[in-house]
Each structure stands twice: as C-alpha cells, then as structure tokens.
C-alpha cells in the first residue's frame, strides 16, 4: 500500500525560504513520477513540479520555475521540494502525488496522494 506523507510546511514572510519534504513507502517507485501540486482557496489544483524517482529528471510550472527545485533520495525514498523567494501567490496547500508517468503536469495521471502540507507566506 503507497503512502506519501508531507511535513515542512508552514508560515513565513515574503521573500523566505521554505522546503517541503515527502516520504514515501510502499512501493520501489521505479518509472514513477513524484511531484508537487498545489492548491490555493478558491483555486483549482496546479501543477508545481515533479521529478523522475529513478531517472532525476525534472520539470516545474513556469509560476515558480528559477525559484523552487526538487530533489529525491533513493535510498531514503524521499522527496523534497526546495521553495526559495516566497511570495505570497505561493499560499496553498502542497500536495505530494506519484504517478506511472513522465512528468505530467494533470493531476488526473497521479494515483497516489498525500494528505497535504500548508504553506503560507505573509508579512
């Protein structure tokens, strides 16, 4: 049974540095993509980034591309999501998901989900 399960969210200012993390159990995760989506109130949910657990290779929505990266630890089966120059646009519950796909940006294509992380960035 895949779990995912998030912690690092939180609040902070404009400008700060925030980083997600996401363990994951249950499967090797070979030929999955891990990723971040993300959704604000009001909002629909959208595709932050993700990352090949196996390959490496990795893809982010222009909204925070430059400004957040995505790493994994194989041996961990972790993945993190590095969130730098907050800015309050990127208020939203974070979602970690997997899926047996190459970094797809719908979140129809992810099967497993975590419960979600909120991240609140405010003066």
């Known amino acids: 049974q895949v779990q995912l399960v998030e912690s690092g969210g939180g609040l902070v200012q404009p400008g700060d540095s925030l980083r997600l993390s996401c363990a994951a159990s249950?499967?090797?995760?070979?030929?999955?993509?891990m990723a971040w989506f993300r959704q604000a109130p009001g909002k629909e949910s959208e595709f932050v980034g993700g990352?090949?657990?196996?390959?490496?290779?990795?893809g982010f929505s222009d909204s925070v591309k430059g400004r957040f990266t995505i790493s994994r630890d194989k041996t961990k089966f972790t993945v993190n999501l590095q969130m730098n120059s907050l800015k309050p646009e990127d208020t939203a519950v974070y979602y970690c998901a997997a899926g047996q796909n190459w970094l797809n940006r719908n979140a129809v294509r992810y099967e497993y989900w975590g419960q979600g992380t909120q991240v609140t960035v405010s003066s």
């Open positions: 249950g499967a090797t995760f070979s030929g999955y993509t």
């Open positions: 990352i090949r657990f196996i390959e490496g290779t990795s």
